[in-house]
């Protein structure tokens, strides 16, 4: 079966780091661009940042501010989002995505089952 | 920065009512407008991409129409699946959602 599986997530003092992973399985994963979208809770769906097949290009919302670092090993099957100096507002369910074409942040055909990160004291 | 507006942001309806969504965008995407739908709980699921072509597996009375900065997605006949939330995004430059449309059994 295709899927996506992130993993990763965590609660995280203001001003820290996590890095989250999504596994994919069963499709050409070097062949699609990936997204990461975030969910505030109650909140509405925001993207976050995009990759290129490739990964020779990378894309990120305005808020990440340099924060953040979307990433992949095709070898593995795997994307990464680096999440520095993190804040109480990114406190969000993270999903990985896969993008129906091989460009950037295009539309989402596969999602994952979402991580959950807690930005908290 | 594109911005994305979806009106209603939430609708009452029933079994059977036709739908319409819109989302109105800040400058001209072509069709670069995907459609989404969300359950509680739940990833999101294509409906929708290059703002009229309808996703996989996606039952055909879902539609979507519009070009440049106005779009909207209709359910020909809502059924009992259907109550959800219901997103639009844009990704002629990055990517931006709308803030999303709620349809609620009436």
């Known amino acids: 079966e295709v899927q996506l599986l992130e993993s990763g997530g965590g609660l995280v003092q203001p001003g820290g780091s996590l890095r989250l992973s999504c596994a994919a399985s069963?499709?050409?994963?070097?062949?699609?661009?990936m997204s990461w979208v975030r969910q505030a809770p109650g909140k509405g769906l925001e993207w976050v940042s995009a990759?290129?097949?490739?990964?020779?290009?990378?894309y990120y919302a305005d808020f990440v501010e340099g924060r953040f670092t979307i990433s992949r090993d095709n070898s593995k099957n795997t994307l990464y989002l680096q999440m520095n100096s993190l804040r109480a507002e990114d406190t969000a369910i993270y999903y990985c995505?896969?993008?129906?074409?091989?460009?950037?942040?295009?539309?989402?055909?596969?999602w994952g089952q979402g991580t959950v990160v807690i930005v908290s004291p | 920065d594109i911005q994305m507006t979806q009106s209603p942001s939430t609708l009452s309806a029933s079994v059977g009512d036709r739908v319409t969504i819109t989302c109105r965008v800040s400058?001209?995407?072509?069709?670069?407008l995907a459609w989404y739908q969300q359950k509680p709980g739940k990833a999101p699921k294509l409906l929708i991409y290059?703002?009229?072509s309808l996703g996989s597996g996606v039952p055909s009375r879902f539609s979507g129409s519009g070009s440049g900065t106005e779009f909207t997605l209709t359910i020909s006949s809502l059924q009992p699946d259907d109550f959800a939330t219901y997103y639009c995004?844009?990704?002629?430059?990055?990517?931006?959602f709308g803030q999303g449309t709620k349809v609620e059994i009436k």
């Open positions: 069963e499709f050409t994963f070097s062949s699609y661009g």
């Open positions: 995505a896969k993008d129906l074409y091989g460009g950037s942040a295009g539309p989402l055909d596969m």
């Open positions: 400058q001209s995407i072509s069709v670069w």
């Open positions: 290059k703002a009229s």
């Open positions: 990759t290129t097949s490739s990964d020779n290009s990378k």
């Open positions: 995004q844009q990704y002629d430059i990055y990517s931006t």
